[in-house]
C-alpha cells in the first residue's frame, strides 16, 4: 500500500515539474478529480435514467440526467449519450448504430493525422466495416475536392472528419453538402476540439453534422471518458441502444458526476477566455519555431506538427526521448506522407491545452521554442536546458490546485 501511495507522489511531482505539450492531455479540476473519485463509483445503474436495471438509482439518475442537460447546453444539441467508456468506444457505438458489418466508411488515414478507431488496420474499425481513406492534399489541408470525388464513387454509409493531429479548422458545411448528396451520414469525431468549440473558439460543427463524437479529457478538461451528441432524435434512439445493451453494461456513475461538473465548468466566461487563450499560445509557439527556421504546419487549433527530421535531423522518437531528459513531455506522431514507421515517425505533435491550463502565457510559449530548438540544435547543454525548464514550470500552477 505505501508503495502506491508513493508512486501517486511521484507522479504528481512529475506532472507540476515536466511541460505537458502533449495535445491529447490536460489537468482536470479538483471538482472533476472530486467526482471522479466518489461513493457513485459503488453503484451499478444499467440502462438509462428513469429505465434502470437495478434499484437505488434515484439519485444517480438525477446525476446523469444532469450531465446530458449541461453536455446539450454546452455544445447547442438536443440530445447527448455521456455514457460510452472512451472516445474509441463512443466512435464503436455509433458504428454499430449506423451501419451494418462490412458496409463503408470514408475516413482519414492513421498516417495522415487520424485516429486507430477511424479505420486502421489494426484496429476493430477495420475488421467490422469497409474502411476506404482520403488524404490530404500537398498543403497539407484537407482536400475537399478529392473527398468529394471519392464519396461519389464508393457511396459511403458513414463520412468520418475529426483527427488527432489535423491542425486547422474544418470546413463541416463541405463536408454536409458532400455527405447530403451521396446519402452518407457525417460524423464528426472532435475529441481533440470539443472544448475549442465549447468555449467558442473555433467554430461549431454541430449545426452540420449527423452525429458527434468527443473524449472529455482533453480540451474539455473533464475526466477520461467519452460523450456522444446528437439534434437528431431517431440517431439518439440507436445511440442509446447500440451503447446500452450493444457495447458497455455498466455506466460509470462517478464519471458521468465529474462529466457534468466539467460541462458546468466549461459554460463558464473564464473557460471561454481558456479556449482563446489556447489558441493564442499555439500559435506563438508554432510562429516562433517557423522564425528560428524549423519546419512547422502551422496552426488553428490547440495543437501543431513539428518535423524533427527536417528541422533537427532526428525522428520523433529521438526528439521525444531527448526532451524528457530535460523535462518537456511530447509525442511522437507521423507526418502528413510520412515514411517513418508510427513507433519512429518524423516529428512531434505539440499542444498547448495542458499548460494553458497551468496559467502559462504567450511569453513562455515563445520561450519553449526557444528552449526545444536550442537543445535539439546541441547549442544547449543538458543542464542549462533543464534549468530554463525548471524556471517555467516554477511560475505556472500546481496541478493540484487547479
Do not use: W
Request: charged share 25%; proline share 4%; hydrophobic share 40%.
Amino acid at each position: 500500500m505505501e508503495k502506491l501511495f508513493t508512486l501517486l507522489e511521484e507522479e504528481k511531482k512529475r506532472q507540476n515539474e515536466q511541460l505537458n505539450l502533449i495535445a491529447s492531455e490536460n489537468f482536470a479540476s479538483k471538482n472533476v478529480r472530486m467526482f471522479a473519485g466518489s461513493i457513485l463509483t459503488n453503484k451499478y445503474a444499467e440502462g438509462y435514467p428513469k429505465r434502470r436495471y437495478y434499484g437505488g438509482c434515484e439519485k444517480v439518475d438525477e446525476i446523469e440526467s444532469l450531465a446530458i442537460e449541461k453536455a446539450c447546453e454546452l455544445f447547442g444539441v438536443k440530445f447527448a449519450n455521456v455514457q460510452p467508456h472512451s472516445g474509441s468506444q463512443a466512435n464503436m457505438i455509433c458504428y454499430m448504430a449506423l451501419m451494418n458489418e462490412h458496409d463503408k466508411l470514408l475516413s482519414l488515414s492513421l498516417d495522415q493525422g487520424g485516429h486507430l478507431s477511424h479505420g486502421s488496420p489494426v484496429n476493430f474499425s477495420s475488421k467490422l466495416y469497409e474502411v476506404h481513406h482520403y488524404h490530404l492534399g500537398k498543403d497539407g489541408r484537407l482536400d475537399y475536392e478529392l473527398i468529394h470525388q471519392m464519396a461519389k464513387e464508393l457511396k459511403p454509409k458513414i463520412i468520418l472528419a475529426g483527427f488527432s493531429s489535423y491542425p486547422f479548422i474544418i470546413d463541416f458545411k463541405k463536408l454536409h453538402d458532400i455527405a447530403k448528396e451521396v446519402g452518407a451520414y457525417l460524423m464528426a469525431d472532435i475529441a481533440h476540439i470539443a472544448g475549442l468549440i465549447a468555449g467558442k473558439a473555433i467554430p461549431n460543427p454541430l449545426p452540420y453534422v449527423d452525429v458527434a463524437t468527443s473524449t472529455t479529457h482533453k480540451t474539455l478538461r473533464g475526466p477520461r471518458g467519452g460523450l456522444i451528441l446528437t439534434n437528431d432524435e431517431e440517431i439518439i434512439k440507436k445511440i442509446n441502444k447500440s451503447c446500452f445493451p450493444g457495447v458497455q453494461g455498466g455506466p460509470l456513475e462517478h464519471i458521468i458526476a465529474a462529466k457534468a461538473m466539467c460541462f458546468m465548468e466549461d459554460l463558464s466566461p473564464d473557460y471561454q477566455k481558456y479556449a482563446h487563450d489556447i489558441l493564442v499560445n499555439t500559435k506563438t509557439c508554432n510562429d516562433e519555431f517557423a522564425l528560428l527556421g524549423d519546419v512547422v504546419s502551422g496552426t488553428e487549433t490547440h495543437l501543431f506538427l513539428l518535423n524533427t527530421k527536417k528541422s533537427f535531423g532526428m525522428s520523433g522518437k529521438e526528439a521525444e526521448d531527448k526532451l524528457a531528459k530535460i523535462g518537456i513531455t511530447v509525442n511522437k506522431n507521423m507526418l502528413p506522407f510520412d515514411e517513418e514507421k508510427p513507433a519512429i515517425t518524423s516529428g512531434l505533435r505539440i499542444g498547448f491545452a495542458a499548460l494553458t491550463s497551468r496559467g502559462l502565457k504567450p511569453n513562455d510559449a515563445k520561450f519553449i521554442a526557444h528552449i526545444i530548438h536550442d537543445y535539439l540544435k546541441g547549442d544547449l547543454d543538458i543542464y542549462r536546458a533543464s534549468g530554463l525548464v525548471k524556471s517555467i514550470t516554477s511560475r505556472l500552477i500546481k496541478v493540484e490546485n487547479i
